[in-house]
C-alpha cells in the first residue's frame, strides 16, 4: 500500500456526513477527521471547522495552504494543505466534500475513496430544520439538490443513514476496513 485514503464523504445537505464521520473515526482510530477552513461564521454548531473571512481564505489559496478547495452554497471550502503530509505517512483520512469537489480531488488525491451518504427526503427535510441554519427556502433549494448524482468514474461506496447512526457507521467501517486488508 502506498500512502493513506482520502475518503471523501459525500452527499445531500442534512444526510448526517459529519455524525457519520465522527463515529467512524471514535470506533477506528487509524482514521483521522480533517477540519475544513470555511468561510462561515465561528460557532453555528455541526461539524468542527476553521472559520475564516473570505479575505483570509483568498490569502489561504494565495499561499498554496490547501490541497483542495471549492465553493458550494455560497461558501468556500478548503482542505488544509498538510494532509497530504498525513496521507504520505500512511493516514487514513475522512474528509467532508462537496460532490462538485470529486472531479478535482480525483486529480489531487492518488487514494481518493468516495463515501457516499444517503438518507430518504422526509428524512433529509427534518435534519434540515432541526439544525436551525438554514431558512425555509435554503432548505427547498437543498432538498432539490439532493439528488444530484455523482461524477463518473469515481471509486464509490454507499451506505443509507435512515435508521440507527450506529448502523450507518458500522456499515461504512466495514466496508472500508474490508479494504485496508
Known amino acids: ?77 478548503g482542505i488544509p494543505a498538510g494532509v497530504r503530509d498525513e496521507l504520505a505517512a500512511g493516514t487514513d483520512c475522512l474528509a467532508n466534500l462537496s460532490r462538485s469537489a470529486l472531479p478535482r480531488a480525483a486529480q489531487v488525491f492518488e487514494r481518493l475513496r468516495v463515501l457516499h451518504v444517503t438518507a430518504a427526503p422526509e428524512v433529509l427535510a427534518r435534519r434540515l430544520a432541526a439544525r436551525g441554519r438554514e431558512s425555509g427556502p435554503d432548505i427547498r433549494n437543498r432538498l432539490a439538490q439532493a439528488d444530484k448524482p455523482l461524477p463518473p468514474g469515481l471509486d464509490v461506496l454507499r451506505v443509507s443513514n435512515d435508521g440507527a447512526l450506529d448502523d450507518t457507521v458500522a456499515a461504512a467501517l466495514a466496508a472500508l476496513q474490508a479494504e485496508r486488508v
Open 1 to 77: 500500500m502506498s500512502g493513506g485514503r482520502l475518503v471523501a464523504v459525500v452527499g445531500p445537505s442534512g444526510v448526517g456526513k459529519d455524525s457519520v464521520m465522527a463515529g467512524i473515526a471514535a470506533a477506528a482510530p487509524g482514521f483521522r477527521l480533517v477540519r475544513r477552513c470555511i468561510t462561515r461564521a465561528p460557532g453555528l454548531g455541526g461539524e468542527d471547522y476553521e472559520p475564516l473571512t473570505p479575505a483570509a481564505f483568498a490569502a489561504r489559496v494565495a499561499s498554496g495552504g490547501f490541497c483542495l478547495h471549492w465553493e458550494a452554497h455560497g461558501l468556500h471550502y
